[in-house]
């Protein structure tokens, strides 16, 4: 680093060229410029003759005398030079030992994808090292107080905080509109969650996400402690019980707040980071390697969705939760410290912080702020199918998808369904389509379409006039390019656009009978690159400073971020949460159209907030055994964001017919399904449910589908759970298993609830799967005799048949003892099976929530019942936690297993009368033909 002395010009401490001494100065005219002896113009020669006289004239002590002290005087003033020199190099040296002493790994980037050069990234202030590779970066923070914000001054109210900050003056602004003075907002909303809102007080009109936070009231238990630094402004966030260990700290260089330009850089406890993403990420746990992540949603690269929280889990077993609530164009850059650097291009910095303490907390403290998830209908559980290429009536063949082996609740017909594409028309490619519908309706299927927030120019809809469409820069209606032809867009945040809408759905219904919509393209997607126009030439908003990292120009596959929306919205602004703004405008409109039940609505795209309204279904997939691996972690990271109605297309939605392993990966695709909080098979080319596949191959299915169909009591009380609490409907391991450092990066196996452990076979032609098992007490849900309880990888035996899942001891899990046709047939003549994996210490617990699954409101009208059950070494009870008289559950109880027991029960007593009907294989007890009503509380004892 020795060669950048000279460099670093531009520090306003210190100035290293060198300068051309005075003696060696020249006039314009080349003469000597030295100054005069005396007071009389004489010539330069008779100056130095009267010297030298004088000089001679001198005795010699007057001599010596002399040049001792003309040689005193340039020793003092060299010591002077040289002291003003070292106070000058002082800062430097310490800055340069400073950026010396960093280690590679704790460097954090300083050159916000500019400085490309030794000479920009030097005149910021910063480190340079030219040979980093990679995304490394070349130009990095030394960790001073140079730049950023300091405390001036604070105010501490009961609710919180009020911090006034001012810029550090000490290194010159990167961007001209940095702001000089910033306020910081600290407020105290519950006892696990904290906010942090830093925003420029001298710009009201600054755009902020609208999403408001349900507050409430702190106690006198709150879980954090926060710290706050005065020199350089930044925020530490450590637990009350453990104040010496920080989670989040946010206190180092590097806040900068600019018109289209912010940053906040924030170390972390740990490395185990997930999160801050969408369909695209690459995985589960995030690789903290100089990784970018950009949030601009958009159909390259899948970037569906766009979610700034993050899921921290901290060295010592606990969890925590970070949030930046801002929709503008944003980069987020792990870093391997472990820091997290924050870039956004607008908006203000907003950040929320989830104590937990474990994961499971974190998740549901993170949706009680942005609204917890829906309830979907239990007939959204069901199978679903259908096909991009409907063409005629025939092709959606109801006589084959009513006489399928399997149960099947929804029929999918997607944009094959518009005669020339066009969005909302009555005018349908088919228009007996709706006699299919009937015959579905009667039979207690369901049909849904999809729509798009493109409207066709030449479609009877549009008109000119109509002010609920985007418009461009310059306030003309924005015109882009779909598939169909020129296009506008629907400005779901105009007033006018839900009346709009509700007018073009209900007429759209009336030509087909549809229960649920998909909302495709909705980032919204174009094949314009921002318009048929063009972007404007000069604008700041089409064309900043700053670019992301991996989508370096925000109009492509999208709008101009020029573009407006109603009220002086700019698109720059909205554009990441118009996908959440799309759904919660359908979402209520479909509300309005279909009065008298649920319905389901399913968004491409997503923000914070989307789940409350929508699933999130993953189409566009490949039919390979990666890219159903790759399924998990998606379905995974969608729970995490609030979404958990989410699922992948099974089987993939593009196939390869050259492809051996087709008819294996589609069996083992399903078998993975069961467990997929929402199910549907969606190929691009198929219109047949199952006529490509072998006898054996459909067998393989049904048996899949059918136990899926048994599973829904389990799978309804997780929705219940997760619409209520905010809970995950499907987890990690590491959320049960903080300790075991092995779960954190396993991704291949997830946990169904708290209760089951799946583990599918996601390679083709394998006779052993290779299993993790955490710490635990595991049964094999197929083979009773099959129990593990040391911890390791253990290889299991699997064949095509298998369903590769576990039980964890110490629950019990509820399913259906038969399945029929559909959702309601199953549900209302599915008499229950109860069975009970007892833990170690020979416990266990489960619980039941029912309605009849398509009423509105049934949990805020009471309409509903709730069960719970524990079990014991020598009995089982349940107890009707919340039964109203509006549900009428008539189904009954008929068997009872029950798993752990240590020996035989000689008697099975049920309301003191004794059980014959009982065996004991595999040390498994199993009680049949109880016939015990679910809405009554019983106790089965069984004694040895």
Same mark, same amino acid.
């Given at each position: 680093m020795g060669d950048n002395i000279h460099q670093l010009t531009t520090l306003p401490y210190a100035n290293f060229d060198d300068e051309p001494s005075e003696d060696e100065e020249q006039d314009p005219h080349g003469t000597s410029n030295h100054t005069s002896l005396n007071a009389d113009h004489v010539t330069s020669h008779g100056?130095?003759?009267?010297?030298?006289?004088?000089?001679?004239?001198?005795?010699?002590?007057?001599?010596?005398?002399?040049?001792?002290?003309?040689?005193?005087?340039?020793?003092?003033?060299?010591?002077?030079?040289?002291?003003?020199?070292?106070k000058q190099q002082k800062p430097f040296r310490e800055?340069?030992?400073?950026?010396?002493?960093?280690?590679?790994?704790?460097?954090?980037?300083?050159?916000?994808?500019?400085?490309?050069?030794?000479?920009?990234?030097?005149?910021?202030?910063?480190?340079?090292?030219?040979?980093?590779?990679?995304?490394?970066?070349?130009?990095?923070?030394?960790?001073?107080?140079?730049?950023?914000?300091?405390?001036?001054?604070?105010?501490?109210?009961?609710?919180?905080?009020?911090?006034?900050?001012?810029?550090?003056?000490?290194?010159?602004?990167?961007?001209?509109?940095?702001?000089?003075?910033?306020?910081?907002?600290?407020?105290?909303?519950?006892?696990?969650?904290?906010?942090?809102?830093?925003?420029?007080?001298?710009?009201?009109?600054?755009?902020?996400?609208?999403?408001?936070?349900?507050?409430?009231?702190?106690?006198?238990?709150?879980?954090?402690?926060?710290?706050?630094?005065?020199?350089?402004?930044g925020f530490a966030v450590s637990r009350t019980h453990e104040a010496t260990s920080t989670i989040f700290n946010t206190t180092m260089e590097?806040?900068?707040?600019?018109?289209?330009?912010?940053?906040?850089?924030?170390?972390?406890?740990?490395?185990?980071?997930?999160?801050?993403?969408?369909?695209?990420?690459?995985?589960?746990?995030?690789?903290?390697?100089?990784?970018?992540?950009?949030?601009?949603?958009?159909?390259?690269?899948?970037?569906?969705?766009?979610?700034?929280?993050?899921?921290?889990?901290?060295?010592?077993?606990?969890?925590?939760?970070?949030?930046?609530?801002?929709?503008?164009?944003?980069?987020?850059?792990?870093?391997?410290?472990?820091?997290?650097?924050?870039?956004?291009?607008?908006?203000?910095?907003?950040?929320?912080?989830?104590?937990?303490?474990?994961?499971?907390?974190?998740?549901?403290?993170?949706?009680?702020?942005?609204?917890?998830?829906?309830?979907?209908?239990?007939?959204?559980?069901?199978?679903?199918?259908g096909s991009e290429n409907y063409r005629t009536t025939s092709d959606v063949n109801v006589t084959e998808l009513l006489g399928a082996p399997f149960p099947m609740d929804g029929v999918w017909a997607g944009k094959s369904l518009l005669k020339d594409k066009e969005q909302y028309a009555t005018n349908l490619l088919f228009t007996d389509i709706d006699t299919a519908v009937s015959s579905l309706h009667d039979n207690d299927m369901w049909f849904l379409t999809d729509t798009r927030p493109a409207v066709l120019k030449n479609s009877s809809l549009y008109k000119e006039t109509t002010p609920n469409f985007i418009r461009d820069y310059s306030n003309k209606t924005l015109t882009v390019e779909v598939e169909g032809g020129a296009a506008a867009l629907l400005d779901y945040f105009h007033p006018s656009t839900e009346l709009w809408l509700k007018d073009a759905l209900a007429n759209l219904r009336s030509s087909v009978q549809f229960d649920g919509l998909a909302l495709e393209e909705n980032e919204p997607t174009t094949v314009s690159n921002g318009s048929v126009t063009g972007c404007s030439l000069n604008d700041d908003l089409d064309y900043p400073a700053y670019t992301l990292k991996n989508i370096p120009k925000l109009k492509t596959a999208t709008i101009c971020p020029s573009a407006q929306h109603y009220g002086g919205l700019k698109h720059y602004d909205v554009h990441n949460i118009y996908g959440w703004k799309s759904s919660e405008v359908t979402k209520r409109i479909l509300s309005q159209v279909i009065t008298d039940k649920r319905t389901l609505l399913m968004s491409r795209s997503s923000y914070l907030g989307s789940g409350t309204v929508a699933g999130h279904f993953v189409k566009e997939n490949t039919a390979s055994w990666e890219e159903m691996s790759n399924s998990i972690g998606v379905m995974l990271n969608y729970n995490l964001y609030?979404?958990?109605?989410?699922?992948?297309?099974?089987?993939?939605?593009?196939?390869?017919?050259?492809?051996?392993?087709?008819?294996?990966?589609?069996?083992?695709?399903?078998?993975?399904?069961?467990?997929?909080?929402?199910?549907?098979?969606?190929?691009?080319?198929?219109?047949?449910?199952?006529?490509?596949?072998?006898?054996?191959?459909?067998?393989?299915?049904?048996?899949?589908?059918?136990?899926?169909?048994?599973?829904?009591?389990?799978?309804?009380?997780?929705?219940?759970?997760?619409?209520?609490?905010?809970l995950p409907v499907v987890r990690p391991l590491f959320f049960d298993y903080l300790t075991d450092s092995t779960t954190l990066s396993i991704e291949t196996q997830f946990m169904f609830g708290d209760s089951i452990m799946v583990a599918p076979v996601l390679k083709p032609g394998i006779?052993?799967?290779?299993?993790?098992?955490?710490?635990?007490?595991?049964?094999?849900?197929?083979?009773?005799?099959?129990?593990?309880?040391?911890?390791?990888?253990?290889?299991?035996?699997?064949?095509?048949?298998?369903?590769?899942?576990?039980?964890?001891?110490g629950h019990i899990v509820?399913?259906?003892?038969? *399945?029929?046709?559909?959702? @309601?047939? $199953?549900?209302? !003549?599915?008499?229950?099976?109860?069975?009970?994996? /007892? &833990?170690?210490?020979?416990?266990?617990?489960?619980?039941?929530?029912?309605?009849?699954?398509?009423?509105?409101?049934?949990?805020?009208?009471?309409?509903?019942?709730?069960?719970?059950?524990?079990?014991?070494?020598?009995?089982?009870?349940?107890?009707?936690?919340?039964?109203?008289?509006?549900?009428h559950n008539t189904n009954?109880?008929?068997?009872?297993?029950?798993?752990?027991?240590?020996?035989?029960? *000689?008697?099975?007593?049920? @309301?003191? $009368?004794?059980? !014959?009907?009982?065996?004991?294989?595999?040390?498994? /007890? &199993?009680?049949?033909?109880?016939?015990i009503p679910v809405v009554e509380a019983f106790k089965l004892s069984y004694s040895s």
């Open positions: 100056r130095k003759r009267k010297l030298k006289e004088k000089f001679h004239s001198m005795t010699k002590e007057k001599k010596v005398t002399l040049i001792l002290a003309v040689a005193l005087v340039v020793l003092s003033v060299i010591s002077i030079v040289y002291a003003s020199i070292e800055h340069l030992k400073r950026c010396e002493s960093l280690d590679k790994s704790s460097r954090i980037d300083a050159g916000f994808g500019i400085a490309s050069s030794k000479t920009h990234c030097l005149t910021w202030g910063g480190c340079w090292d030219g040979s980093a590779i990679g995304n490394a970066p070349k130009c990095y923070y030394p960790f001073t107080n140079l730049r950023g914000y300091k405390v001036t001054n604070s105010t501490v109210k009961l609710w919180g905080m009020e911090i006034d900050l001012e810029r550090i003056d000490t290194l010159e602004k990167l961007f001209q509109s940095e702001a000089d003075k910033l306020k910081c907002i600290i407020s105290y909303e519950t006892d696990s969650r904290l906010r942090v809102k830093i925003f420029d007080p001298n710009s009201p009109d600054r755009y902020e996400v609208p999403m408001n936070s349900v507050h409430s009231k702190t106690g006198h238990r709150m879980q954090y402690i926060l710290t706050i630094t005065q020199d350089l402004f590097g806040l900068i707040f600019s018109d289209q330009f912010l940053q906040l850089n924030m170390r972390l406890s740990s490395s185990n980071v997930y999160g801050l993403g969408g369909d695209h990420q690459d995985g589960l746990l995030r690789r903290m390697e100089y990784t970018y992540e950009s949030l601009w949603c958009s159909a390259g690269g899948k970037r569906h969705g766009a979610h700034p929280f993050l899921l921290h889990v901290e060295n010592d077993g606990h969890a925590s939760g970070f949030l930046l609530q801002n929709s503008n164009a944003m980069d987020i850059i792990l870093n391997p410290n472990p820091a997290i650097t924050f870039r956004t291009t607008g908006g203000i910095l907003d950040f929320y912080i989830f104590l937990g303490p474990n994961p499971a907390d974190v998740i549901s403290q993170f949706a009680h702020k942005i609204g917890n998830p829906f309830l979907p209908p239990l007939w959204a559980l069901g199978y679903h199918f609030g979404i958990p109605f989410v699922g992948a297309n099974i089987c993939g939605y593009y196939s390869d017919p050259q492809d051996s392993t087709a008819e294996e990966l589609c069996v083992r695709w399903h078998q993975l399904a069961v467990f997929y909080p929402f199910m549907k098979r969606y190929p691009s080319q198929e219109t047949s449910v199952l006529s490509t596949f072998s006898e054996r191959a459909v067998k393989q299915i049904q048996a899949a589908i059918e136990l899926r169909y048994k599973m829904l009591p389990t799978l309804y009380t997780l929705f219940y759970n997760a619409h209520t609490k905010g006779s052993t799967n290779e299993v993790y098992f955490p710490d635990d007490l595991w049964y094999d849900y197929l083979d009773p005799s099959n129990t593990i309880s040391a911890p390791g990888y253990i290889s299991q035996v699997v064949n095509m048949d298998s369903q590769t899942y576990y039980v964890r001891g509820m399913s259906h003892l038969n *399945t029929a046709n559909n959702t @309601k047939e $199953t549900n209302e !003549k599915g008499d229950y099976v109860v069975d009970v994996y /007892l &833990s170690l210490d020979g416990s266990a617990f489960g619980e039941l929530y029912t309605d009849d699954g398509t009423s509105l409101h049934t949990i805020s009208h009471a309409e509903f019942l709730y069960v719970t059950f524990n079990a014991t070494m020598t009995d089982i009870r349940s107890e009707v936690t919340l039964r109203y008289p509006g549900h009954k109880i008929q068997q009872i297993n029950v798993r752990g027991l240590k020996a035989k029960p *000689t008697q099975v007593i049920l @309301k003191d $009368t004794e059980q !014959k009907d009982f065996t004991f294989e595999k040390a498994v /007890l &199993s009680v049949k033909a109880l016939d």
